[in-house]
């Protein structure tokens, strides 16, 4: 999935998903559509079925204890990216953690393979035992934009990233990826109030806050 997406900087990792969501997983293989029902045609498909299957060998080879893979064939081009991971039917977030900084793909699907599988704090490290039953997402961020206007984003269309103080005066980030959204049936007031809640926000939300809100999509 690629995720419609203002300037990248360094940033530390971030959980994508939240805890309780049961359907995150994006259509892996189709670029997302603008609103207009139209893809760019500069817009080139980069994420592939072989980045997924690399994630799932990567952790294999973890978990197992064996030398890692050799190197994909896909592109090793820079990008920022998530690793998601779901288990059983009900496809439910077992890990998903990503980094804004761009990483070369080989590297970056490696790390975060294994850091949203064994690090993310929501959830016990997986196990061999799951192995069977899980699924990967790998989903490249690009066309960062800020954006003025806390709502100048569209519910299925872009991921986005917020930043705020919270009520200790203390700077905060939270990010959903493009699907949540949409799978969660949220509309844009609740998309927002449920990261402000994943970033930590604790006191009652006002419009007037909201407006205070630095959001990149």
């Known amino acids: 999935s690629q995720s419609g997406g203002g300037g990248v900087g360094q940033s530390p990792p971030h959980n994508c998903q939240p805890p309780e969501d049961k359907t995150v997983g994006p259509g892996a293989l189709t670029p997302l559509s603008r609103p207009n029902g139209t893809t760019s045609s500069r817009e080139q498909l980069v994420v592939t079925a072989e980045m997924g299957c690399y994630c799932f060998d990567v952790l294999y080879c973890h978990l197992h204890g064996f030398p890692q893979p050799r190197l994909p064939r896909f592109t090793n081009d820079p990008y920022p990216l998530f690793v998601t991971w779901k288990a059983g039917r009900d496809k439910r977030l077992r890990g998903c953690i990503g980094t804004f900084s761009a990483m070369n793909l080989h590297s970056g699907l490696r790390e975060y393979t294994l850091t949203s ?86 006191a009652p939300i006002t419009n007037e806050f909201r407006k205070s809100i630095k959001l990149t999509r």
């Open 117 to 202: 599988a064994l690090k993310d704090s929501r959830f016990p490290p997986l196990t061999r035992e799951e192995l069977p039953k899980l699924s990967c997402s790998v989903s490249l961020l690009t066309n960062f934009e800020d954006v003025g206007d806390f709502l100048d984003w569209e519910v299925g269309v872009h991921g986005i990233r917020i930043e705020f103080l919270n009520e200790k005066g203390v700077k905060r980030t939270a990010t959903y990826l493009p699907e949540v959204a949409k799978e969660q049936d949220w509309d844009q007031i609740q998309t927002i109030d449920s990261l402000l809640r994943k970033g930590g926000f604790k």
